[in-house]
Each structure stands twice: as C-alpha cells, then as structure tokens.
C-alpha cells in the first residue's frame, strides 16, 4: 500500500524527523489560502499522486507570489501528469501539497527497505541523483540505528559537524517510523541540509506491508479516506476484498492463485515479448464474488487487450474462478479475449463453464502455450484498434 507525500511528512512529523511545514488543497483559491496561512516568501505547489518523477514533468513548481500559487495550482488540478513511473497513461491530479520554500544547501538520498538475505531494514544514502557512493548499514532491529551509525552516514554524505545531531535524530526517527509502522520501503529524495543548517525532508514515499494492515488503523484510513487513485487501480478494488493486486503498465491482465504463480505469469509473459498490465493474485480463499468485484478494476483499463488467466486449482476451485472471470467479463467490459489455463481441482467444469458462457474464450495447456496465445491475442486486438 503506498500513501501520498502529505500523509508520509504527517508521519515523520509524528516521529520527530523534521519537514517543511505545508497542507494538502484541493483547489486554487484554497492553496492561496493555504500559502497566506503559511507565511513567508515562497513555497512549493506540488502535485500529489502515487509517482515519482513528479518534477521533470511539471507536477512541482516554486511559487514566489499567491498569484503564481494560484496559477500553479490551476494548472496541475484536474491534469494527467505522466512520469516514467505511471506509465503512458498518467495520473490525474485531484490534489496538491502547498508547502513553504527552503533554501538548499545540499541535497541527498536515502532509503529505507527490507534486506531479505540478512533479515534486515538496510538503510542507503548518497548525494541526489546517485552522486559521491552508496552508504549503507544494515540495521540491527535488537537496537534500532545506533548514534554511532547515523553519525557515520551523515559524514559520509558530508554533512557539516554542526549539522550532525540534527542528522542523526532525523536518521533515527525515520527508521522508528519505518519500524513501528511496519513499512516495507521509505524514501526521502530529496532529503536536504538548508543554508541555515536543517536537515529536512522535501519529499517522503512510503509503502506499506498490505498484511500488517489489520494491526496499523491510522495507515489503512489513509487509504480509506482519501486516496484519489484507489478507484483507477487494481489494487484499490482488491483490497476491499482480501486480495491482492499490482497495477502495471501494458495490455497483458493476469489472473493467478500464488504470487510465486504470479512472477513466472509475468516473466514468460516477458519472454514471449508480451508485456503484463497488472496482475490478480486470488490466493486460495476466493469466492466468484470476490472475483468478480476485484476483476473490474483490471477490466476498466482501457489499455487492456486480453486476460491471461493461470489457475492450479488446489486449495481455490477452477470452477470458482470460472464463475467470477465470467461474472466480471460481462458486466466490467464484454468483448476482451480471455487465455485460460487452467488445472487441478475441477478443471473440467471450468473450461465448460467458460466454454458455454459466450465469451471469447481460448483454452491454453501449459504456461508457455498460454503466454503465447495472449501475446498473439494482444497484438491482434491492437492492430485492430489502430
């Protein structure tokens, strides 16, 4: 689950690590508004939506007066701002940050994720854009980041000794929030050392792990009660129902039981030169409603030309599956080719099913035979469109 950059600086707020101070607005007399209540002689209009990349294409913008603040958030609302993280189709943006302006110094990186090999949080800083090497350490979750540790990083990076314990507590409060918050990555880029010797976070990207949500309410609300996007992708549709969802960028939807299942979908899918647009992981515990309900989403892109459809019917029924694709298929977006692979448990009478439902089905008898035929189907569908 990721949050957008008010909600990750409302967080580091909590935790001590400092931000610039700002607010979420949703239109352009209230972000004037917002920058008059701020104070001050400049600030940042920046667009809020689930992407990085947001500046190179005109989703940040400095403001020096409230007209410009104005005009600047005129100009973003109600936009499609595409970056190379949203794929060709964009993001629409129905809301901005206001923020005051900060005079920079220097500027850094730093991340925050989960080390698989060591069972550890590493944590990784260099200069912005990836300049003067990588620093890492490996976070011991016995002690948290020690003093000794942020210290280091912060001098490697640079930072003036005056500046360092503003550095360290800034480095320590991160992490508890990464820790306490069961976050799965963090990233404050830019994280900057201002003229006046603050260390601030100008930008904050957190995701969270989707199965530590039950034990996380005032993260899972922030989805709930505000998240512009969780009606245009997959996932916002899937989670309401215990499922799980990735959107991705190309004309391939996958429906699978079993991330495992999921990744060789999408890697033989690659090798047959096709490219996913998201996938549905079921898991075992789907009903055909369910199904259904998270299935529309995927159905609504209007980049999708065909649905891969790869089930090992174990523990969730094939005919479980049949019943769901085939409720989805004709209420969400009649017409687009279903590949269908599928076997185990009651794989007969969901091949029928499908078979007998009226939709461009195409049976399929192993992975490969199934990336093959979707490829193929994409590539027809759009020739035809064009």
């Not at 931000?19 to 972000?31: K, L, M, V």
């Not at 913008?61 to 007209?67: H, Y």
């Amino acid at each position: 689950m990721n949050i957008h950059e008010f909600q990750g600086k409302a967080i580091l707020r909590k935790y001590g690590a400092a931000t610039p101070r700002g607010f979420p607005c949703q239109s352009p007399d209230e972000a004037v508004e917002v920058a008059r209540r701020l104070g001050g002689k400049s600030w940042m209009v920046k667009a809020q939506i689930h992407a990085g990349g947001r500046s190179k294409a005109g989703g940040v913008k400095l403001a020096k007066s409230l007209s410009e603040v104005h005009r600047h958030a005129a100009d973003m609302l109600d936009t499609t701002l595409v970056t190379p993280h949203t794929g060709p189709a964009g993001r629409v943006v129905r809301r901005l940050l206001v923020e005051q302006g900060a005079e920079i110094r220097k500027a850094f990186q730093v991340k925050l994720m989960v080390d698989r090999r060591s069972q550890r949080v590493a944590l990784s800083a260099c200069g912005q854009g990836g300049t003067g090497g990588t620093h890492q350490v490996l976070i011991d979750p016995g002690t948290g980041l020690k003093t000794a540790e942020a210290d280091d990083i912060a001098r490697r990076l640079g930072i003036p000794e005056k500046a360092i314990p503003e550095a360290r507590d800034f480095l320590r409060n991160l992490y508890r929030a990464f820790d306490e918050r069961d976050a799965s990555r963090a990233e404050i880029d830019p994280l900057v050392l201002t003229t006046d010797g603050r260390v601030l976070a100008l930008d904050a990207s957190f995701r969270f792990d989707p199965n530590a949500l039950f034990r996380q309410p005032e993260i899972a609300a922030m989805r709930e009660s505000g998240d512009a996007d969780a009606g245009e992708l997959p996932d916002g549709g899937c989670a309401k129902f215990d499922l799980a969802g990735i959107p991705l960028y190309g004309n391939i939807g996958c429906l699978v039981n079993g991330r495992g299942l999921a990744m060789a979908t999408l890697d033989v899918i690659k090798l047959y030169g096709g490219t996913p647009a998201t996938f549905l992981d079921v898991g075992s515990r789907a009903t055909a409603a369910k199904v259904a309900q998270a299935l529309k989403p995927m159905l609504r892109n209007p980049d999708l030309q065909v649905v891969l459809v790869n089930v090992f019917g174990g523990l969730v029924r094939c005919d479980v599956i049949a019943h769901g694709v085939i409720e989805a298929a004709r209420h969400a977006r009649p017409g687009v080719p279903l590949v269908v692979r599928m076997q185990g448990t009651h794989e007969e009478l969901g091949r029928t099913l499908l078979a007998q439902s009226g939709l461009p089905v195409i049976g399929a008898i192993s992975l490969a035979d199934a990336a093959g035929k979707a490829v193929v189907a994409a590539a027809s569908a759009a020739l035809r469109r064009h």
